[in-house]
C-alpha cells in the first residue's frame, strides 16, 4: 500500500493510496496522528492541522477474510502556503457564493472569464463541468482520440472530455455528438457529479426520495438512475 500526500491548503491534505496487489480489500484501516478510522475508498482528507508540525498517518489494508496487510506510514509536515490575491472584479465578499470561488480559485479549479472577471451569472457549458472534475483528480494527461465527432485535438476542453469520457463520468449524446459548448442542464451536471462520486469509490446510493419535486416527470431517465 503506497502512501501518497498532498497539501490542500494550510489546515488541509489529501491523504491517498494504492491496494495491495492481488488482494480484495474490503476496507482500509487508517490512523492519524493516533486517531484511527475506517475508510471504504482509497483516499482520505485531513482537516484541522497545523503548519510546520508533523503528522504521521498508517494505512492498512483489511481483505474480505479479515486479513490486514502489513502497516504503510507516512510522515509529512505542511508548508505554509500564501493565498493568491483574489482577482475577481465582479465577486464581492458578503455575496454567497464568494467564499466558493474564492476557494475554487485557490484550488485551481476553475479561472476567470477574463483575468479579471469571473462572470458568476453565466452558465456553464458541458466542456467547462469536464475541466473542472478533471482539475479536482489533477488534470491527468490523456492522448486525443476521435470519440466525438465535434471534439476535436487541441481545444481547450479536449483533454478533460477524454479523461471523462475513459472513467465513464460522460457519455455523450445518443447520436455519438459530446456537444461541448452546449450550457449544461442541471441534471447532466448532476449526473456527472454522480457518476465522479462513484469513479472515487463513494457510495452512490440511493437514499432519499426525490418524487417530491413538482417536475419529476420531466427528470430523464438517465438521471434518475441510481
Given at each position: 500500500?503506497?502512501?501518497?500526500?498532498?497539501?490542500?491548503?494550510?489546515?488541509?491534505?489529501?491523504?491517498?493510496?494504492?491496494?495491495?496487489?492481488?488482494t480484495k480489500v474490503s476496507q482500509y484501516v487508517v490512523?492519524?496522528?493516533?486517531?484511527?478510522?475506517?475508510?471504504?475508498?482509497?483516499?482520505?482528507t485531513l482537516t484541522g492541522l497545523v503548519v510546520d508540525k508533523a503528522n504521521m498517518v498508517?494505512?492498512?489494508?483489511?481483505?474480505?477474510?479479515?486479513?490486514?496487510?502489513?502497516?504503510?506510514?507516512?510522515?509529512?509536515?505542511?508548508?505554509?502556503?500564501?493565498?493568491?490575491?483574489?482577482?475577481?472584479?465582479?465577486?464581492?465578499?458578503?455575496?454567497?457564493?464568494?467564499?466558493?470561488?474564492?476557494?475554487?480559485?485557490?484550488?485551481?479549479?476553475?479561472?476567470?472569464?477574463?483575468?479579471?472577471?469571473?462572470?458568476?451569472?453565466?452558465?456553464?457549458?458541458?466542456?467547462?463541468?469536464?475541466?473542472?472534475?478533471?482539475?479536482?483528480?489533477?488534470?491527468?494527461?490523456?492522448?486525443?482520440?476521435?470519440?466525438?465527432?465535434?471534439?476535436?485535438?487541441?481545444?481547450?476542453?479536449?483533454?478533460?472530455?477524454?479523461?471523462?469520457?475513459?472513467?465513464?463520468?460522460?457519455?455523450?449524446?445518443?447520436?455519438?455528438?459530446?456537444?461541448?459548448?452546449?450550457?449544461?442542464?442541471?441534471?447532466?451536471?448532476?449526473?456527472?457529479?454522480?457518476?465522479?462520486?462513484?469513479?472515487?469509490?463513494?457510495?452512490?446510493?440511493?437514499?432519499?426520495?426525490?418524487?417530491?419535486?413538482?417536475?419529476?416527470?420531466?427528470?430523464?431517465?438517465?438521471?434518475?438512475?441510481?
Open positions: 500500500t503506497d502512501v501518497k500526500v498532498t497539501q490542500i491548503d494550510n489546515t488541509s491534505a489529501k491523504v491517498q493510496w494504492t491496494a495491495p496487489k492481488d490512523i492519524i496522528n493516533g486517531e484511527q478510522k475506517v475508510v471504504k475508498t482509497n483516499e482520505i498508517k494505512v492498512v489494508a483489511v481483505d474480505e477474510n479479515g486479513i490486514k496487510s502489513s502497516p504503510e506510514q507516512k510522515v509529512f509536515t505542511l508548508e505554509k502556503v500564501t493565498e493568491k490575491p483574489f482577482p475577481f472584479e465582479d465577486v464581492f465578499k458578503g455575496q454567497w457564493y464568494y467564499e466558493y470561488v474564492d476557494q475554487a480559485y485557490q484550488l485551481g479549479l476553475m479561472t476567470g472569464a477574463t483575468e479579471t472577471l469571473f462572470k458568476p451569472t453565466v452558465s456553464m457549458n458541458r466542456g467547462m463541468v469536464a475541466i473542472v472534475l478533471h482539475r479536482m483528480e489533477g488534470a491527468e494527461k490523456v492522448a486525443y482520440a476521435p470519440i466525438f465527432p465535434d471534439v476535436y485535438d487541441n481545444q481547450y476542453f479536449t483533454t478533460a472530455v477524454m479523461w471523462a469520457k475513459q472513467t465513464g463520468i460522460i457519455t455523450g449524446y445518443n447520436n455519438g455528438t459530446f456537444m461541448p459548448l452546449k450550457e449544461v442542464t442541471r441534471e447532466e451536471m448532476a449526473t456527472m457529479i454522480q457518476r465522479f462520486a462513484k469513479y472515487k469509490g463513494l457510495d452512490v446510493t440511493s437514499s432519499k426520495d426525490i418524487t417530491y419535486f413538482q417536475d419529476y416527470a420531466n427528470i430523464s431517465t438517465y438521471a434518475k438512475a441510481p
